[in-house]
């Protein structure tokens, strides 16, 4: 089973790597994409617990990126971060992540008992700081019942008290990511249950920047569109993944609930030229 789309404590997750990497050895996967927002802080530890555990790792980045006014995440994998302009661009959104997510606190302070102490609370030493630990705050006040109605309601795009972060757009971050020897795929495409989504349009102008998948079995792809997006990959040549998109107990979605082939994963490697599959 590859799984390679999962999150740590140094973004959004709630598990350690360690933790992470054990619980897909228990689950029976043996491949595993960490790709934590815009950080690859928790790869040290996972390179070890990938080894003690016995399963295989792509180290990889979700980064946070913006064509024409939606948001889009683009799946990094085994891209070189050593003085890379991925990297320094990573950093700068990580920096713009605290801003706004204070700005974000700040609104809700004038309504509800949250203040910027209660987050850093949720906040793991070393993690990319964002909406998610907002949601956890609001579930610790008694805000809201769990992260999925945080995100529903007061930390939706639609909320009055959201606020917009300044990112990159996807092909800016197609062209990083290539230049790192990384392999660029996008991450649930077709999530319109999370806000406007790309248009065909827009989706084949990112094509044609040089992307190299698309993550099309996600839990937040409809059905439906995951056959219009199977065939698009068909016409461009593209890589096909499938992912958890896990959490730990910040999401419901599951450890290989989503997965990718064999064959695309080799894919994935052939075109990689920056770091090296863990085994």
Request: hydrophobic content about 40%; some cysteine.
């Amino acid at each position: 089973m590859i799984d390679l789309h999962t999150h740590s404590a140094f973004s959004d997750g709630t598990q350690t790597p360690e933790e992470l990497l054990a619980q897909a050895s228990d689950a029976g996967v043996t491949t595993l994409g960490l790709t934590d927002h815009d950080t690859v802080a928790g790869w040290s530890e996972a390179v070890q617990a990938a080894r003690i555990h016995g399963v295989q790792l792509v180290r990889g980045m979700e980064v946070s990126c913006r064509f024409q006014g939606v948001s889009v995440h683009m799946l990094s994998y085994l891209h070189n971060p050593d003085g890379a302009r991925l990297t320094d661009q990573t950093e700068e959104i990580r920096k713009a992540r605290v801003t706004r997510t204070r700005k974000i606190v700040d609104l809700l302070s004038a309504d509800f008992p949250i203040a910027w102490e209660h987050v850093c609370e949720h906040v793991g030493e070393g993690a990319t700081v964002g909406r998610p630990h907002i949601a956890d705050a609001l579930v610790h006040q008694g805000i809201t019942r769990d992260r999925s109605e945080a995100f529903a309601t007061l930390l939706h795009r639609d909320s009055p008290y959201y606020v917009s972060m300044p990112v990159i757009s996807p092909i800016e971050a197609i062209d990083m990511i290539h230049e790192a020897g990384g392999v660029a795929v996008f991450a649930h495409p077709a999530a319109s249950s999370r806000g406007q989504v790309v248009t065909d349009a827009g989706m084949r102008t990112i094509i044609e920047a040089g992307l190299d998948g698309l993550e099309i079995d996600h839990r937040d792809n409809p059905l439906a569109e995951r056959q219009k997006l199977r065939e698009l990959a068909q016409e461009y040549g593209l890589i096909i993944t499938g992912s958890s998109d896990y959490h730990g107990a910040g999401k419901p979605n599951q450890l290989a609930e989503n997965t990718t082939s064999p064959h695309m994963l080799e894919r994935i490697l052939e075109r990689a030229h920056g770091v090296d599959l863990v085994v």
